[in-house]
């Protein structure tokens, strides 16, 4: 059983524990990686996607919406978009 640390924050453990397992180690057949898997098969890595977008808004008075454009609805328009797509 091979244990490794700081995984989430840094992927700091695993090398390391890689590193030595190669100098010590028979290469095991298979292994076991007991994470947020559910210990499910996992073939390949869930990766990770990063994006800013910026939102302009025309000036208008919260009174008259319909003269102008708020850039926080529509940011949260988008928000909303984005936590129903993650969701699905």
Same mark, same amino acid.
């Given at each position: =059983?091979?244990?490794?640390?700081?995984?989430?924050? +840094?992927?700091? +453990?695993? &090398?390391? !524990?890689?590193?030595?397992?190669?100098k010590?180690?028979?290469? &095991? /057949? /298979?292994? =076991? @990686?007991?994470?947020?898997?559910? !210990?499910?098969? @996992?073939?390949?890595?869930? +990766?990770?996607?990063?994006?800013?977008?910026?939102?302009? +808004?025309?000036?208008?008075?919260?009174?008259? =919406?319909?003269?102008?454009?708020s850039?926080?609805?529509?940011? /949260?328009?988008?928000?909303?978009?984005?936590?129903?797509?993650? /969701?699905?």
């Open positions: =059983i091979a244990l490794s640390y700081d995984e989430e924050v +840094g992927c700091l +453990g695993a &090398p390391l !524990m890689v590193a030595e397992m190669v010590t180690v028979p290469t &095991p /057949a /298979a292994i =076991i @990686v007991g994470e947020p898997t559910r !210990m499910q098969v @996992v073939t390949g890595h869930k +990766g990770s996607l990063s994006f800013r977008t910026e939102v302009t +808004g025309h000036t208008v008075h919260s009174s008259r =919406i319909d003269q102008g454009v850039a926080v609805m529509v940011a /949260a328009r988008l928000i909303t978009w984005l936590a129903d797509t993650m /969701a699905e």
